[in-house]
Nanobody, 123 residues
């Protein structure tokens, strides 16, 4: 069992930056690839970014490529999402998730989810 707790969501102005964190419980964090997803009001959940178990491979949605950076610290059981040059369309609840598999882009392949953290970008 893995428990995930996100933090760092807040109100930020367009063009600003913020960093989301997701801390995992347990001793097997490095066994999981990690992903970030988001869901805006009235919209379906969508993939944002993912990172492999060791952190050597990263994946991004086209909408955030070049603006967001995912990273992880296995010693701290934590995955991060650095969000730069944010836009109003980035407003959403952001969720981190963990998977033992190798399919990263769809949420249905993830085994554990956090409770989410709200990011609001003002225009």
């Amino acid at each position: 069992q893995v428990q995930l707790v996100e933090s760092g969501g807040r109100l930020v102005q367009t063009g600003g930056s913020l960093r989301l964190s997701c801390e995992a419980s347990g001793r097997t964090f490095s066994s999981y690839a990690m992903g970030w997803f988001r869901q805006a009001p009235g919209k379906e959940r969508e993939f944002v970014s993912a990172i492999s178990r060791g952190g050597s491979s990263t994946y991004y949605a086209d909408s955030v490529k070049g603006r967001f950076t995912i990273s992880r610290d296995n010693a701290k059981n934590t995955v991060y999402l650095q969000m730069n040059s944010v836009k109003p369309e980035d407003t959403a609840v952001y969720y981190c998730a963990a998977t033992r598999g190798v399919q990263y882009y769809s949420g249905r392949f993830y085994d554990y989810w956090g409770q989410g953290t709200q990011v609001t970008v003002s225009s």
